[in-house]
């Protein structure tokens, strides 16, 4: 009787395995579609918050339930200006400024100012001898468009992002200039919140505390 049951169990085993496997590879699917995604860093462009094969989990749900905030970092699908051929392809950048913001480079201190407040960035790229990159390039003073972005890497001077798509846009215009530098908020996957390889630079990604006293846009 006893070998009986056993033989049963074991049949009954094998019978559900391949639903359970099927179940394992449904939620995995449904997981990496709408809730969490890896991807791994291919550029020096966010040095050194994000170093080159880092690899970063993101969160694909919660811009569903909010707009993207200032300091976050975002895996967004580059807008067609800004691919180097691979169609598709994802940046991963900070968000600078929101619809309505006021970005301007820079205050005496070489320091941007967004709605008229200046904003120290920690994180800028520091070369080994000290050396920081310029917050900006050149000088400039944008309004960011409604259902878009202001986009930089942490590594100003590595960064295909909103200023240098800015300073390359061959549009005529202010707006067009601006449709060229910045990124729809509906291009965007997700926010990266964690560094999880390799695991010696295994971190949080949070909002650094200096964007704190940065206003809103007005009327916002």
């Keep these: 009787m006893i070998d009986e049951q056993t033989e049963k169990r074991r049949g009954s085993f094998w019978r559900e395995l391949p639903i359970l496997l099927g179940v394992a590879i449904l939620v995995a699917v449904l997981v990496r579609a ?54 598709g392809e994802d940046f991963i950048k900070r968000v600078i400024g929101t ?12 320091r941007l100012m967004i709605n008229g407040v200046s904003l120290d960035e920690p994180y800028i790229y520091t070369e080994s001898d000290g050396t920081r990159n310029q917050v900006a390039d050149q000088n400039f003073d944008i309004t960011v468009p409604a259902g878009r972005l202001w986009v930089m890497g942490d590594h100003r001077e590595a960064s295909g992002d ?36 390799p695991a010696g630079r295994a971190t949080w990604l949070s909002v650094p505390d200096e964007y704190d006293a940065i206003p809103n846009a007005a009327g916002k």
């Excluded at 918050?49 to 200032?70: A, C, E, G, H, I």
């Excluded at 970005?103 to 005496?108: A, I, P, R």
């Excluded at 215009?173 to 996957?189: F, H, N, R």
């Design 99 to 110: 619809p309505g913001d006021n970005v301007v480079c820079c205050d005496n201190e070489q």
């Design 162 to 197: 909103s200023l240098e798509h800015y300073e390359q846009s061959t549009a005529t215009d202010e707006a067009g200039k601006l449709q060229d530098a910045t990124v729809p908020i509906d291009s965007v996957v997700g926010r990266a919140f964690t560094i999880f390889w």
């Design 34 to 87: 709408f809730v969490l995604q890896t991807f791994y860093i291919p550029s020096p462009s966010m040095e050194h918050t994000l170093n080159v094969w880092d690899r970063v989990l993101v969160n694909k749900l919660v811009y569903d339930f909010r707009d993207p905030r200032r300091g976050e970092i975002l895996v967004f699908k580059a807008p067609t200006e800004w691919q180097s051929g691979t169609e």
